[in-house]
């Protein structure tokens, strides 16, 4: 069983959008987002990160 903020995150993701951890902040008041992440592939989800260089900082992009 998830909670209903790993739901908000997976239907996020289901819905075709990336997530970084400050959007997961905002969006979902989640501070960990790697636990949920980790969680949801407990729970099977195939979840792909990738990390996302700018000039300034790296900045890693979940997506399902």
């Known amino acids: 069983m998830m909670d209903s903020q790993s739901e908000q995150i997976l239907k996020y993701l289901q819905a075709g959008n990336a997530l970084t951890p400050l959007e997961a902040l905002r969006k979902f008041n989640c501070l960990r987002l790697g636990a949920r992440i980790y969680d949801l592939r407990q729970l099977g989800y195939q979840i792909n990160?990738?990390?996302?260089?700018?000039?300034?900082?790296?900045?890693?992009?979940?997506h399902l």
């Open 49 to 62: 990160s990738r990390l996302i260089t700018d000039e300034h900082t790296k900045k890693t992009l979940c």
